[in-house]
Structure formats: C-alpha cells, structure tokens
C-alpha cells in the first residue's frame, strides 16, 4: 500500500520503494555494524547518496558524557562535507534496531539532524530527501525542510 501526504509518501513494506531508495537503505543497515551503542543499546545507520552516485555511510557514536554522541545521520554528512567537498547530497535512508536483533525499529531523524540536514539542503540549493521507517511502515520525505515547518536557516540571521 502506498499513501501520498503532501511532501511524504509511505509505504507498507521495503519492496514498494524504488530501487535507489532500497538500496540506500541496504547500505544504511549496513552502516549500523560500525555504531557504537553502548548505553542505548540503540543501533542506528544513515546512508547518503552524493549527486555523482557516491555513497557515504555514518552510524550513531555514543559517549559516557551523553551530550558528546553523535548520531548516525550527522556522523554520515559530516564525513561527506570533508571527504566531497562541493557534491550534492540528493538522498539520506535512517535506519535502527536494538542490540543483536535484526529487524528494524521506528528512527526518524531527532530535531538536531533534521536541522543539520536543513542546513545542508539550504547550502547546497537542493532538496535532500529522506527515507526512514518509523512506526511500522516506511516514508520517503521529499525534502529535509519538510520535516522541520517553521525551521529556522541563514535568511533569520541576515540584517
């Protein structure tokens, strides 16, 4: 079953997205391998698609000192800003599950990634999409701004 919401589409199952979203997630779930998680438990992968068809994993890195962690989403843009500078990111997939279990649980981004991924999305002056499951089923985002109405960017701060 597929239902479309303005900028979200969702889909009841992994085989309903197109093949380049599949695949993203594939490369997502990989990427939850290399989380650190000791203290959540919670092990979360994000995988980026740069415009040249490049893919850049991340997985969350968690810390006694719980605000120094870093979530799988920043970890995978960051990388990409300093391993490709100037290539756009056209797609993000989030994926999670708990210590050794394999199938996947709810993670949409928290409100910090989702301001990030705006602030790339504004820089590069392109929409990033985003894939992500969450309660039960997965949605397909059409633009990292849709996730954050009312956001806050670069044009507040300008005199």
């Not at 589409?9 to 990427?31: M, N, P, R």
């Not at 989403?73 to 960051?78: I, K, N, S, T, W």
């Not at 490709?84 to 981004?109: D, F, M, Q, T, W």
């Not at 990030?116 to 504004?122: D, F, I, P, Q, S």
């Given at each position: 079953m597929i239902t479309?919401?303005k900028?979200?589409?969702?889909?009841?199952?992994?085989?309903a997205l197109d093949a380049e979203?599949k695949y993203?997630?594939?490369?997502a779930?990989?990427?939850?391998q290399h989380?650190y998680a000791?203290y959540?438990?919670?092990?979360?992968?994000a995988?980026?698609?740069?415009?040249?068809?490049?893919?850049?994993?991340?997985?969350n890195?968690e810390n006694?000192?719980y605000?120094?962690?870093?979530?799988?989403?920043?970890v995978?843009?960051?990388?990409a800003?300093?391993?490709?500078?100037g290539k756009?990111i056209?797609?993000?997939?989030?994926?999670?599950h708990?210590k050794?279990?394999?199938e996947?649980?709810?993670?949409s981004?928290c409100g910090?990634?989702r301001?990030v991924?705006?602030?790339?999305?504004?820089?590069?002056?392109?929409?990033?999409?985003v894939?992500?499951?969450?309660?039960?089923?997965w949605?397909?985002?059409?633009?990292?701004?849709?996730?954050?109405?009312?956001?806050f960017?670069?044009?507040?701060?300008?005199?």
């Amino acid at each position: 079953m597929i239902t479309t919401m303005k900028d979200f589409t969702f889909f009841s199952s992994l085989e309903a997205l197109d093949a380049e979203s599949k695949y993203l997630v594939h490369k997502a779930k990989e990427a939850t391998q290399h989380a650190y998680a000791p203290y959540s438990k919670f092990y979360v992968g994000a995988a980026l698609l740069l415009e040249d068809g490049t893919y850049v994993a991340g997985a969350n890195q968690e810390n006694a000192s719980y605000p120094l962690c870093m979530c799988a989403e920043r970890v995978a843009l960051y990388t990409a800003a300093s391993q490709y500078p100037g290539k756009k990111i056209k797609k993000i997939a989030v994926v999670a599950h708990r210590k050794n279990h394999k199938e996947l649980v709810s993670a949409s981004s928290c409100g910090g990634c989702r301001q990030v991924m705006l602030e790339y999305e504004v820089r590069q002056e392109s929409p990033i999409e985003v894939v992500m499951f969450d309660d039960n089923r997965w949605i397909h985002c059409a633009s990292a701004a849709a996730l954050m109405p009312f956001s806050f960017d670069i044009s507040h701060l300008k005199d």
